[in-house]
């Protein structure tokens, strides 16, 4: 199986900052990379898919850049709504493997 | 309005089984490949398995196979997850949610999502 490891596990921010999550994956999987940020006691949402493309509906201060096994979360400005946790996953193989998550807290 | 509801969570005893449901609105459900997620408490996200549109192609991950069945309805816009042999380790909200379309195999990733449904394993 394909291990997703996405560092920080937790990260203190403020409005406006300037954000970035790193997820890497135990082998290649080009770009198969998929991103989401799930709130308190609510379904995640899908934010990047294929490493860089942006879901629609999703504000484009979020965006996704890597391949192979290294790929990042940038957010630009942080805002409130903003603060939640998030999630790597890898669908180049089966079984379709998640990070541990990311909980982007408020400083 | 697309959407998707789960139901069918409950309390079960260690060994028995259960059978989720997953209600489809608001799109051709016939057309999207479908996935089940679930998330212990206080855990990550941890995927299932996954069923191609028309069923003919099914992935399971280790930790449910051989136990754990997904189905789909095409005519009722539904998919199942029957669960069997349920052990504590099988607790967790369960998600059903849709596979982005355009890419084979659910590669693309989940764009829509249940709210979930609560599944407890204990005596």
């Known amino acids: 199986d394909i291990q997703m490891t996405q560092s920080p596990s937790s990260l203190s921010a403020s409005v406006g900052d300037r954000v970035t999550i790193t997820c890497r994956a135990s082998?290649?999987?080009?770009?198969?990379l998929n991103w989401y940020q799930q709130e308190p006691r609510k379904a995640p949402k899908l934010l990047i898919y294929?490493?860089?493309s942006l879901q629609s509906g999703v504000p484009s201060r979020f965006s996704g850049s890597g391949s192979g096994t290294d790929f990042t979360l940038t957010i630009s400005s942080l805002q409130p709504e903003d603060f939640a946790t998030y999630y790597c996953?890898?669908?180049?193989?089966?079984?379709?493997?998640f990070g541990q998550g990311t909980k982007l807290e408020i400083k | 309005e697309v959407q998707l509801m789960e139901s069918g969570g409950d309390l079960v005893q260690p060994g028995g089984s259960l059978r989720l449901s997953c209600a489809a609105s608001?799109?051709?459900?016939?057309?999207?490949?479908m996935n089940w997620v679930r998330q212990a408490p206080g855990k990550g996200l941890e995927w299932l398995s996954y069923i191609g549109s028309a069923s003919s192609t099914i992935f399971y991950a280790d930790s449910v196979k051989g136990r754990f069945t997904i189905s789909r309805d095409n005519g009722k816009n539904s998919l199942f997850l029957q669960m069997n042999s349920l052990r504590d380790e099988d607790t967790a909200v369960y998600y059903c949610?849709?596979?982005?379309?355009?890419?084979?195999?659910?590669?693309?990733?989940?764009?829509?999502w249940g709210q979930g449904t609560t599944v407890t394993v204990s005596s």
């Open positions: 949610a849709r596979a982005l379309q355009g890419y084979r195999y659910g590669r693309g990733g989940m764009d829509v």
């Open positions: 608001g799109f051709t459900f016939s057309n999207y490949n």
């Open positions: 294929g490493a860089f």
């Open positions: 082998q290649s999987i080009s770009n198969y």
């Open positions: 996953q890898q669908t180049d193989s089966t079984p379709y493997t």
